[in-house]
């Protein structure tokens, strides 16, 4: 019988289809195999599913929670986007060329352009990751060159946010005014915010974050260049998950297993607006 299980003899290893990375929008990722760094032949578990030993402190099928090595990817993706090119264009040109002509051609430009931007990233919109990291769990982990903490779930999505926010030319004021509003029309009013145009202000530390990221690196960030900006400093300032969340463990950094499209919300995840039902 075959069990899709093959010894690879160059690594001295078994090796199976890998069944953790493949996802079914990018079929590319359905081309990879997997085996543990301490299988040889003489040993089972030939699926790579097992311990991975030392000097790995974690299990193999263990859910990810550190997104660390996954949002460099996504940032990349969305300052890059083909979708958002025209955006880019009025920006540019309503700053390079001040005459009446240009700023009323780049304003009608902005006005389709920015309802891309919207639909793409804010409440369900393919890129507003939040919703399925939620599905993760209420706390992911972010990790700096010499710390992991735990942080809520929606800190990624928004550092994610400023960053291709900037990359677009969108003034970060305007941002902000428009997650107070989208707090508003969620549900997530709080007169409290009232000072920071009723956006939560842990939501605006890390929009602002993706804001810096992106005008100290440009739109093609490295993953190194993520790791160094994101000091201890910096995630303590972070959204902490929500009282009701229970660890799973210590904070710790994990190798990053998915793919840029994990957490795009897509109807196949049924990662559906309730209100459009």
């Known amino acids: 019988m075959n069990l899709g299980i093959y010894k690879w003899s160059t690594l001295n290893r078994f090796a199976s289809a890998d069944t953790i990375v493949p996802d079914t929008n990018n079929p590319q990722s359905f081309n990879r195999f997997s085996y543990v760094r301490n299988n040889p032949l003489k040993l089972i578990d030939p699926s790579g599913h097992g311990e991975c030993g030392s000097p790995w402190e974690q299990t193999c099928n263990e859910p990810q929670y550190d997104l660390t090595g996954w949002l460099p ?14 955006m880019r264009y009025a920006y540019i040109a309503a700053l390079t060329d001040d005459s009446d002509t240009t700023i009323i051609w780049a304003a009608v430009w902005l006005d389709e352009a920015s309802t891309t ?3 793409l990233n804010t409440k369900f919109g393919e890129w507003d990751v939040k919703r399925e990291m939620e599905v993760l769990g209420e706390g992911i982990t972010l990790c700096s060159s010499d710390a992991c903490r735990w942080v809520d779930y929606s800190v990624p999505g928004n550092i994610l946010y400023g ?17 107070g509003i989208l707090e508003i ?3 997530n009013f709080n007169p409290a915010f009232a000072d920071n145009a009723f956006e939560n202000p842990y939501d605006s530390i ?13 739109p093609d960030i490295t ?18 998950p929500p009282d009701t969340f229970s660890p799973p463990g210590p904070a710790q950094s994990q190798e990053n297993s998915y793919s840029v499209q994990r957490f795009d919300c897509l109807a196949s995840r049924d990662c559906i607006d309730p209100e459009a039902k």
């Open 73 to 86: 990817g996504a940032m990349r993706r969305g300052a890059q986007a083909e979708q958002l090119d025209l």
């Open 117 to 119: 931007f919207l639909d």
């Open 163 to 179: 960053y291709v926010a900037a990359s677009v030319g969108m003034p970060e004021d305007f941002s902000r005014i428009a997650g």
């Open 185 to 187: 029309l969620e549900g």
């Open 206 to 218: 890390a929009v602002g974050f993706g804001y810096d990221l992106f005008e100290e690196y440009g």
């Open 223 to 240: 993953n190194s260049e993520f790791s160094a900006a994101l000091t201890t400093d910096i995630l303590v300032l972070f959204q902490p």
